[in-house]
């Protein structure tokens, strides 16, 4: 984890049910930080890029995206999280969706997401991904933003 | 889709059978005249006979009466000269009579009323030749004076005068029969005639309504061969047409099935997961209950108990295990809308080489379920996608293979034919077979027919058929219950040609 600050997980993602087993399975893998989450696409970019205490302004983030929001597509907020001279390009952006369509998985890493991972209808390998992705998130090295 | 007839229509049928009838009775009517024409010239020719007899026996008449008058001519002569000359003549003459008369007897025997004449006349005949030959002969002793006298008292004029009546009235006999018979063959020639007319106008009818049959006929085989050239000049579009609109309606249920299953997905990480979470909760609730009875057993209802125990674990089993089989459907449609989405490279391949690789590949099935299978050779080439082609005769070949009439060896074999622009290709197998009810039905997603006794989820014909649509091609099987089926992939010869939307 980072020295000064801890690493904020900031969690956009539609569907409750599944904000819900995905924050309880990271917190078995053993990982404390705060999670922020959204429902919503704009809500979301507001804090990411506006909010006083949100990523751009202060602290680093690590950003966990589903694509399929009720209003916008989970790639336009990638795209503007890495865009050219965007604050928060560096942010490690892991996509977490249902989505599995190849076209779609390299449109993501086109656009510089970090990590994709398909939600697994099999809970236990939905399980056992996020716990890994949580033993990942302990030792992944996250920079700040810039200003 | 439009089904042209090529049948006539009623009236015009009715019309082409009378004029059939019409026709028929002509000829009939034909071949009447042509017996009638026949025995009315077999009639005219006896006509002619009579008639010539007629000419014949007046020919004879007249013969003897010349032979009578020259005999008597030349005893006259003698008479009066006593020269030899007439005595010569007159032998010639009277030995010419007996056969003139014989002749004459011979050519009128049929005819009662003239043997009756010549009877009278015959004894005529002898008396005045007895007469002759005693003053020819008187004559020939010098006496010609006696000869004279006798001459001029015997009855030799009276005789010659009543052989002359008598013939006359023979020859105007035969006059009468001339008549007669002649009349005979007039009429005999009228109605000839008139026949023969009766004929030709009866042949120049049944002409007319022969070239009126024939043009009709002529004249329909070519509106039907018309429409039939009109019928294949647009079945061509027709297919095309269909084919495209087919292949847009696949299009869109690809792109519905996408999104619904993967839609459907999501609600389904919730169900499987809180489930999860539920079974885990459980654990420590049983565990719970299971402390309680040993410690204190008073506080543990019956309900808890079987709760805790037996509905708890229960219901979340069923959860599991129809969320599992939803999981497997909404994977099912999504591999089938992804296969949909696959693009589609045409390009030539050889049916027979496709089948031998499947075949290869799924050899140690084939023998597990103790079946052959072969491939007709050669196979029409085709021009279309491999891999589409592929997964459409594999899925058919295995299906053959998978469901067998039990206690009859598998026989499967994959033929194939050419149709102008388009290749049919058939697995054609001897198996279980499918009821007629069911043939539309097996090639819906999740349907199945017969006894489920195979393992599957209903995706292989469905997924066929969604291949097929793809390459611009239709499936159908025909099959009995209990004989085997024959499943008939019919394709574009050149997928290139076909559609520009695939």
Partial sequence: MNDHKSVGIVMIEDDEGHARLIEKNIRRAGILNDIRHFTDGTTALDFLFDAADGPAKSGPALILLDLNLPDMSGTDILARIKAEGSPLRRAPVVVLTTTDDKVEIQRCYDLGCNVYITKPVNYESFAQAIRQLGLFLSVIQVPSAES | ?502
């Fill in chain 2, 1 to 502: 889709m439009a089904r042209i007839s090529l049948k006539l229509p009623q009236s015009e049928g009715r019309i082409a059978r009378w004029l059939v009838a019409f026709m028929t009775l002509g000829f009939v009517a034909l071949a009447a005249a042509a017996v009638a024409i026949g025995w009315i010239t077999v009639r005219n020719a006896r006509y002619t006979a009579d008639i010539l007899h007629t000419q014949d026996v007046r020919q004879a008449i007249a013969t003897l009466q010349v032979e009578m008058e020259q005999s008597e001519t030349a005893r006259r002569g003698y008479l009066l000269t006593g020269l030899p000359l007439f005595s010569t003549a007159y032998e010639t003459t009277a030995q010419r009579l007996a056969p003139a008369l014989t002749a004459l007897r011979s050519s009128t025997h049929d005819n009662p009323r003239q043997t009756a004449r010549l009877d009278l006349i015959e004894p005529r005949v002898g008396q005045l030749r007895s007469l002759r030959t005693q003053s020819i002969a008187l004559v020939d002793a010098g006496r010609i004076g006696e000869a004279q006298r006798r001459f001029a008292v015997d009855a030799s004029v009276p005789l010659m005068r009543s052989i002359r009546y008598r013939l006359r009235a023979m020859a105007a006999e035969e006059v009468r029969l001339l008549e007669i018979r002649s009349d005979r063959q007039q009429r005999s020639n009228m109605l000839f005639l008139s026949v023969a007319g009766v004929a030709a106008l009866l042949l120049l009818v049944v002409a007319i309504l022969a070239i009126l049959v024939i043009r009709r006929y002529t004249a329909d085989l070519g509106a039907s061969r018309d429409r039939l050239h009109l019928l294949n000049e647009t079945l061509e579009d027709q297919v095309v047409e269909r084919t495209a609109d087919l292949s847009r309606a696949n299009d869109e249920i690809q792109r519905f099935a996408y999104i619904v299953s993967h839609d459907l997905r999501s609600p389904l990480v919730n169900v499987m997961g809180f489930t999860a979470e539920l079974a885990e909760a459980a654990a420590p609730l049983a565990a719970l209950i299971d402390r309680a009875e040993a410690i204190a057993p008073e506080i543990v209802t019956p309900e808890a108990r079987i709760a805790a125990r037996e509905d708890l674990p229960e219901a979340i089993g069923f959860i599991r295990a129809s969320t599992q089989k939803m999981d497997r459907l909404i994977n099912a449609i999504l591999k089938l809308s992804r296969e949909g989405r696959r693009s589609i490279t045409p390009e030539p391949v050889d049916p027979a080489a496709v089948g031998d690789a499947i075949v290869a590949s799924i050899q140690h099935l084939i023998d597990d379920r103790g079946a052959t299978v072969t491939i007709d050779r050669p196979l029409p080439a085709l021009v279309t996608d491999r891999l589409a082609l592929e997964q459409i005769l594999s899925n058919l070949i295995e299906n053959a293979t998978k469901y067998l009439q039990p206690g009859r060896p598998g026989v499967i074999r994959l033929a194939g034919t050419r149709e102008r622009n388009r290749v049919i290709l058939s697995v054609i197998d001897n198996g279980r077979g499918i009821a007629p009810g069911d043939h539309q039905r097996v090639f819906d997603l999740f349907r199945r027919a017969g006894p489920q006794d195979q393992p599957g989820e209903g995706i292989g014909l469905a997924h066929v058929r969604a291949l097929a649509y793809r390459l611009g091609g239709t499936i159908d099987v025909v099959s009995t219950l209990g004989e085997g089926a024959t499943f008939r992939l019919n394709l574009p010869f050149d997928l290139r040609l076909q559609d520009p939307v695939a």
